[in-house]
């Protein structure tokens, strides 16, 4: 099955479309455009993900439309090879990492998809205004992104006062924590 998911590049960006924006449904003409791929490619990456039952169809407006099956067996651990995969070229993780000394970074509510209080938390002293920045005109997202940034001393007392907040963030397995300098496992 691995085999068939990651042999094409347009397949890679359909994985990366649908399981970033799995409640999203598309056409195939929608598609093209979107992707830039040519329609040919499309319609056949779109029947090898509906093979393995990644994607599901539906008709309406006498226009077939596909959309992510949540229920798909590695669906949550395709989402985070796509998430990580994303982080590590230089997207998300390494830009924030530019605004300043992170020591911890922790992706959620958006980046995975999940609802959440929350969607970035950021142990480590950095520069707002350039991260609001990143946020605001590099990371495309449909709702503004929440994100709490903490010192490392507040950080740390509160992991050693069992916070809520904390520990509700860095238990939840859906979470990604794309940089980790504190050696806390997790």
Not at 70 to 89: P, W
């Amino acid at each position: 099955m691995l085999k068939n998911l990651f042999t094409s590049e347009t397949r890679v960006k359909l994985l990366e479309l649908f399981l970033l924006h799995p409640e999203e449904e598309y056409f195939i003409r929608e598609l093209t455009r979107k992707l830039d791929e040519q329609i040919n490619s499309i319609r056949r990456e779109l029947d090898n993900l509906k093979k393995i039952g990644l994607l599901k169809s539906k008709s309406k407006n006498r226009k077939k439309y596909y959309i992510a099956d949540k229920n798909f067996i590695f669906f949550a651990e395709l989402k985070n090879i796509i998430v990580k995969s994303m982080s590590d070229n230089d997207t998300i993780t390494k830009k924030i990492a530019h605004c300043g000394a992170v020591d911890l970074l922790v992706l959620s509510g958006i980046f995975v998809d999940k609802p959440s209080s929350i969607d970035l938390l950021i142990v480590g002293d950095l520069d707002k205004d350039k991260l609001s920045e990143i946020l605001n005109n590099e990371i495309d997202t449909r709702k503004p992104v929440k994100f709490s940034i903490l010192p490392k001393e507040e950080f740390l007392y509160r992991l050693k006062c069992k916070d809520k907040f904390i520990k509700e963030i860095l238990t939840d397995q859906t979470n990604i924590i794309a940089i980790n300098n504190l050696g806390i496992n997790i």
